[in-house]
């Protein structure tokens, strides 16, 4: 892989698709669920009402669920396995790198280089935030299960454990969403990556300095 124009496919339609409504629905979740959470928020919206924020918190919830689903059915299943195989995958090697994370956030190019000598297609960082997303995702769609119910007999979001769990994760949740938008849009030296998930396809340069031990799968279409 060489030459300054030349590109790689790195995420296909179906796992690019999966990315976005499943982020679509999540930040809808967000925006309709933390003025349920936090009452301090709820002057912002013009005419809010704690039974509107809930009937739109639900309807994001359905999004959220429905429309990944719709892209795994009908999408390209077998790509998406050997994804989520590659992502889940923690090595030593992953967490070595996750310990030289900080030296690498501040590292010149030629230094990142080096310490990313032994990445494959996903660096430890991005294995780790998989799964992070996995596991509080579980949580939140469990625990807003359990919180259903009260909340279409209008009792509004709910009380108990569970409401504590869902909160409690949410809040959890917001750090490593906030470092994963500000890595992709603003960070200079991550933002490469982001044409990947927007149309799929890198720079070859780019891909064989920061994921030397990744060979691009042939005769796929982007």
């Not at 496919?9 to 809808?28: C, M, S």
């Not at 669920?33 to 809010?48: E, N, S, T, V």
């Not at 429309?67 to 992953?94: C, K, M, S, Y």
């Not at 625990?143 to 869902?166: D, K, N």
């Amino acid at each position: 892989m060489s030459g300054p124009h030349l590109t790689v496919l790195r995420f296909t339609v179906t796992e690019r698709a999966l990315h976005w409504t499943f982020a679509a629905g999540y930040l809808a979740l967000l925006v309709s669920g933390l003025p349920l959470m936090w009452p301090a928020l709820r002057g912002l919206i013009r005419d809010y009402t704690p039974v509107m924020g809930v009937r739109l918190h639900l309807a994001a919830a359905l999004l959220w669920v429905l429309a990944p689903l719709g892209v795994i059915l009908l999408g390209e299943r077998g790509r998406l396995r050997r994804t989520l195989n590659e992502l889940t995958g923690l090595t030593r090697l992953d967490a070595a790198w996750l310990v030289r994370f900080p030296r690498w956030l501040v590292s010149g190019r030629e230094a990142r280089a080096r310490l990313d000598e032994r990445v494959g297609r996903f660096n430890g960082g991005q294995k780790l935030n998989a799964l992070f997303v996995l596991v509080t995702s579980l949580l939140l769609g469990f625990s807003g299960l359990m919180l259903t119910p009260a909340a279409l007999a209008g009792q509004g979001p709910g009380t108990g454990v569970w409401r504590e769990v869902h909160q409690y994760v949410t809040f959890l949740a917001l750090g490593p969403l906030i470092g994963h938008v500000y890595l992709a849009l603003v960070h200079p030296p991550t933002r490469p990556a982001l044409p990947g998930m927007v149309h799929g396809r890198v720079q070859a340069q780019w891909a064989a300095l920061h994921h030397p031990r990744w060979r691009p799968p042939e005769g796929e279409d982007p």
